[in-house]
Structure formats: C-alpha cells, structure tokens
C-alpha cells in the first residue's frame, strides 16, 4: 500500500544529499527530501493524515494509522532557538489530516539567526527503495505531493 506524503511548507525541493546537517543527510534517520521554502512567515502543514507523535517547536512527528511515521524539521539546529518565533497549532496526541496547519513560523528569521531554514521531511525508518519522490530543485506548493511511500 502507497502513501502520499505532501510538502508541508511552499519552497523548492532540495536533495537529502544537499542538507547541511549529516544526520539528514546520510540519511540516519530515513530517506526524504527537502525543502528550501520561501520567506517570510509561513504556515507548516501536517504531511499525511495522522496523529502528532512527537512536537517541538522546531520539528514535529505525524504517524500514519498503519504506523509509517513522516518527521518533519524546520531548519537546521533551530533547537537552538528555543521555540523563539515558532507558534504551535496542535499538540501531542492530536489527530491530524494531511494539510492541517501545524506549527506557523519564519524562515526568513530563522536565516537571520545564523542557521538553514531548509526542512527536511523523513520517512522514519523506510528504506530508500520505497520513495518515490519529486525531482531536488522543482518549485512545490504546502500541500503538493512530495513523494510516494511504498509498503
């Protein structure tokens, strides 16, 4: 059974490969793709229908009934940020739809503090044979599918 994954922030697509942190990038944690998401305050949204797993101001787990878990993370070493500029809409244990809005935050301020706002978006615990993602530097909108997960 497949599972569409959208893109929780409008931006363009950008290789695992390509992220600025070796965790995402050797794919530690799990095969995706990332986004470089245009300025200003922007809204993330919830990937796939689900129920929020793990959230922090910064990053957020949403995992599917069948157990499939998608991490979504807004920039890089923004824990270091402490929650400053990152709003939370939902809270741990809710059940999302794809598209619901999660947490509101600015990649442009987060820029300004000295780190990537590029978001990656993981498959926890997939093998990398089971996505089939958009092409790193096509434009995608919130809520535009980013790949397909493979059962």
């Known amino acids: 059974m497949s599972m569409i994954v959208q893109s929780p922030v409008t931006g363009t ?3 695992m490969a390509d992220v600025p942190d070796d965790v995402f990038a050797q794919a530690m944690v799990g095969p995706g793709l990332a986004i470089q998401p245009d300025g200003g ?19 957020f787990v949403v995992a599917g009934k069948d ?57 926890l615990d997939a093998t ?5 993602t958009v092409a790193p530097g096509e434009r995608i909108a919130a809520a535009e599918k980013l790949f397909t997960w493979i059962a």
């Open 67 to 123: 157990g499939r878990a998608v991490l979504v993370h807004l920039g890089i070493d923004t824990v270091k940020q402490q929650g400053e500029g990152f709003t939370l809409h939902v809270a741990r244990g809710d059940a999302v739809r794809a598209g619901q809005l999660m947490i509101s935050w600015d990649p442009d301020a987060v820029r300004a503090a000295g780190y990537s706002p590029v978001v990656p978006v993981v498959a």
């Open 128 to 132: 990398p044979d089971a996505l089939s």
């Open 41 to 59: 305050r922007s809204d993330a949204l919830s990937p796939i229908d689900g129920t929020v797993a793990t959230l922090h101001p910064h990053a």
């Open 13 to 15: 697509t950008v290789s």
